[in-house]
């Protein structure tokens, strides 16, 4: 009984193992097979990944052509835009003037406004057109015909800000043209690249001095006075005379009034009432637009008042040092003549910062000494960049605060009744020209009549002394 159990227990055994082998198979198959399945899908994603890099490496690849086709083309645009804008960027008028003026707005027209970021040149950059100078419609170029015999022709250098132009230039000439009703007011530029400037962005056309005197000779103009709103008669002054003397035998009558601040002077201490009307009206006007009542509540206030003028390495630079003297000799201690271009040398940045500095003054406020401001008074003096003269006075960190105005001459009334009377000294002159001419005649005649007088005395009395 024990054997048969025995057996039995050993044939349960057997089988069990044995089923359990043939299901450990199984599993170990099933096993393989899902790895293999398993692999078989990573291999799958992996080969599909490949694929998708691939496909976006293309693509990026295609991109980056693309943006680098795209990139070049608006360069491309940009740099012709740039050489148009050089082509007009110059003080000599031709023949294509006026076609290239048009060609190069109507360019600049038809860039993107990422284009007009990317416009360079030897002269040219986005703010060539792009610039917001004010409304040109305000100003009138004055260049209309049906002159009269009597012409009053304004010579300035000109701007390309419309305010500044409207406000300084035409608030001089309309100041002429209310004094003087029976003269005709016209308008002439030396700065053929202003003239460009302003006809190839706002299709304003102004005349150059050629032009301007053609106009008058073309109208029929007897008499023509002239009055430059130039500082002094310093190199665009001798400009504007030369061109005038090739036209003065086409007229019956030529005057040249004085510029703004009359002769030039020696030296230093030489100055006039031109120059000194010119130092109230302008310190009269910085106080008012500062809040003072006078330079001397400014300077109790410690701020000083920066005049900065162009400068000129013409002789008659010396100006700028008998405006300092004007401006001394007035009182005015906390008034400083300085020059962009720093001629004469003791007007540069540089030696103004220093002289205000040491006139203890912790305040300053920056105003141009020129008749418009334009591009030098809203750059290079009130400018961001660091050569500016704002941007100098503060960084010598000598100061508290810096300042600035940008208005120009031009638009202070005591400054336009100086060109007036300056207009009237010239118009007299006419007359004064026309009384000596007259009496020359009048002399001549006389010295004529006397001598056939004598003539006919001498033949009475040669028949006397036949008979």
């Not at 020059?339 to 002289?355: F, H, L, R, W």
């Not at 508290?400 to 120009?408: A, K, L, R, T």
Request: glycine share 6%.
């Amino acid at each position: 009984m024990k054997r048969k159990s025995m057996l039995a227990l050993l044939l349960a055994v057997s089988m069990t193992c044995s089923m359990t082998a043939a299901t450990g198979t199984v599993a170990f198959a099933e096993d393989a097979a899902t790895e293999e399945s398993a692999d078989d899908a990573a291999a799958t994603d992996d080969a599909e990944a490949t694929d998708d890099t691939a496909a976006d490496a293309a693509e990026a690849t295609d991109d980056a052509s693309a943006d680098a086709d795209a990139s070049s083309d608006d360069q491309k645009a940009a740099d012709e835009v740039g050489a148009l804008i050089d082509k007009i960027y110059v003080q000599e008028r031709t023949d294509t003037t006026d076609d290239d003026c048009k060609a190069a707005k109507e360019a600049w027209d038809k860039l993107t406004d990422a284009q007009k970021e990317l416009v360079t040149g030897e002269n040219a950059d986005p703010d060539y057109f792009g610039r917001d100078t004010g409304d040109a419609s305000k100003d009138d170029p004055r260049n209309q015909d049906e002159i009269g015999e009597n012409e009053l022709l304004v010579v300035s250098f000109g701007t390309s800000f419309n305010d500044s132009r409207a406000e300084d230039v035409k608030g001089i000439e309309d100041a002429l043209a209310a004094a003087y009703p029976d003269w005709s007011v016209r308008r002439a530029f030396t700065a053929q690249i202003i003239i460009n400037h302003v006809q190839a962005r706002d299709n304003e056309v102004i005349d150059n001095m050629q032009q301007a005197l053609d106009r008058a000779v073309a109208n029929g103009v007897k008499n023509l006075v002239v009055q430059p709103t130039h500082l002094m008669h310093g190199a665009e002054y001798d400009e504007m005379t030369e061109a005038i003397d090739g036209y003065k035998d086409k007229f019956e009558s030529v005057a040249i009034a004085e510029p703004m601040l009359g002769e030039v002077g020696d030296d230093a201490t030489v100055i006039n009432d031109d120059k000194k009307a010119v130092a109230q009206a302008i310190t009269d006007e910085a106080c008012k637009v500062a809040g003072f009542d006078d330079m001397k509540a400014a300077a109790d206030a410690g701020t000083a008042f920066v005049f900065m003028g162009h400068g000129t390495s013409h002789t008659a630079n010396v100006t700028y040092d008998q405006m300092q003297t004007q401006m001394d000799d007035l009182g005015f201690t906390n008034a400083f003549i300085g020059t962009v271009e720093g001629e004469p040398e003791d007007t540069a940045c540089d030696k103004v910062i220093e002289k205000v500095k040491e006139a203890g003054f912790k305040n300053v406020i920056l105003r141009p000494l020129m008749v418009v401001a334009g591009d030098h008074a809203n750059n290079d003096m009130a400018g961001d960049d660091e050569d500016s003269w704002k941007s100098q006075f503060v960084a010598s960190g000598d100061f508290d605060s810096v300042d600035y105005q940008i208005e120009g001459l031009g638009r202070i009334a005591a400054v336009e009744d100086l060109y007036v009377a300056h207009t009237k000294a010239a118009i007299d002159s006419l007359g004064a020209t026309d009384n000596a001419a007259a009496d020359e005649n009048a002399e001549a005649a006389d010295d004529e009549t006397a001598s056939k007088n004598e003539a006919a005395d001498e033949t009475a009395t040669e028949e006397a002394d036949a008979e």
